[in-house]
């Protein structure tokens, strides 16, 4: 099939049509089995595995175009402005003793991965300092490769951090409580009791977009859904909007977010691929327990529940861990708040002592 070049980037239809069949075949899959959050869980694996093994569907490594990703990424946000009410702004002031936390558990997740980075990894200190930091994926594989990391396993463990997250809380969640939860129990995202008019797709498109650009022009951290989650939330509280978007539709997104992770193990050893595995593993298990530590410590103060804390605090990616909210029906406007003030807070502290990491290489 042909290959056309779209906003700057060239794409192989072909490629991209027979990878977005194996995410979709993945997600179905993963449905069937009753896993949570299904589609993005079953695609990250089965687009992961056609990666890490090399294949070519298409004739090229997996890969679909980054602005797809982009254009659905403002789904979530119109999904999780649906929670803004007076209710739960109301319920929001009481979230400040979870959020002030947030001071003390990022600088200690960083400092636990370091050292867990460089003690069993036996990375180098600045690859060691960027892939321990507890958000801001994008930012410090920038900031890593600018100050001389292997760019290689930073990218891997960052990922990796992302993906297990996202792969083993909503799994957790199943087992603890015994059974399938949010969606996967057949429980019904956003408000699907209001009519999904013209009028309301309109306005949904419209806020949606209007929320990217602006939070772009703003620089809001993480615009691609903030922006969106704030334009969202000032339609519902205004009643210009009523509901949601369809489930049908988050179901794709989760597809796009899952597939496009997938392809990011594209070129991987597979010694580098099992030596960034077990790190990770080992990181994700030591912030967990800080995460269930807040959880455990938090969850009367704030008024959540227990699982509303850990997820806030989990270290996963701001899209994925709304999406996650999402599907499991967990407090989603308190997670996607922790998540964005996660993200500041994370690369915050890593520019901050950014500079003691710098006296620790050797001289050029």
């Known amino acids: 099939m042909p290959q056309i070049r779209i906003a700057g980037e060239e794409v192989h239809l072909g490629t991209t049509i027979l990878v977005f069949a194996v995410g979709i075949l993945g997600g179905f899959l993963a449905k069937w089995a009753g896993f949570p959050l299904p589609m993005l869980l079953g695609s990250v694996v089965a687009v992961g595995a ?18 797809l990703r982009l254009f659905f990424i403002p789904i979530i946000g119109l999904s999780i402005g649906a929670a803004f009410t007076s209710a739960v702004l109301e319920e929001a002031r009481g979230w400040w003793p979870s959020l002030l936390a947030l001071v003390v558990y990022i600088p200690l997740a960083h400092f636990v991965g370091y050292h867990g980075f460089r003690r069993l990894g036996h990375l180098s200190p600045v690859t060691a ?18 100050n001389g990391a292997d760019i290689q396993m930073l990218t891997a ?9 996202i792969l083993l809380v909503p799994l957790a969640f199943t087992l603890l409580s015994g059974g399938a939860v949010g969606s996967a129990a057949g429980v019904l995202i956003g408000n699907d009791h209001a009519p999904i008019t013209g009028t309301e797709v309109f306005w949904q498109a419209s806020l949606g977009a209007a929320g990217f650009f602006i939070g772009r022009r703003l620089n809001l951290p993480a615009y691609m859904i903030t922006g969106p989650i704030l334009a969202s939330g000032l339609g519902h509280l205004t009643g210009l909007l009523e509901s949601t ?23 991987m050893r597979a010694d580098a691929f099992g030596k960034a595995l077990m790190l990770a593993l080992m990181n994700i298990a030591l912030t967990m327990i800080l995460a269930i530590a807040a959880g455990i410590a938090l969850h009367e103060v704030v008024d959540e529940k227990i699982q509303a804390v850990v997820l806030a605090f989990a270290p996963g990616g701001l899209a994925e861990m709304s999406l996650v909210a999402i599907s499991l029906q967990i407090s989603v406007l ?24 710098a006296s620790e290489l050797p001289p050029k």
């Open 50 to 67: 056609i990666s890490i093994f090399g294949f070519k569907p298409g004739g090229h490594p997996p890969r679909i175009p980054f602005w």
């Open 129 to 146: 300092y960027y892939s321990a930091v507890p958000g801001g994926l994008l930012e410090c594989i920038a900031m890593g490769e600018e």
């Open 157 to 165: 463990l960052q990922f990796m951090r992302l993906i297990l997250t």
């Open 245 to 267: 978007p369809p489930r049908w539709l988050i179901d794709v997104t989760q597809i796009v977010i899952g597939t496009s992770l997938g392809t990011r193990f594209v070129g």
């Open 334 to 357: 308190y997670v996607t708040t922790h998540h964005v003030a996660r993200i500041v807070l994370s690369v915050s502290v890593a520019k901050a002592f950014s500079g003691r990491i």
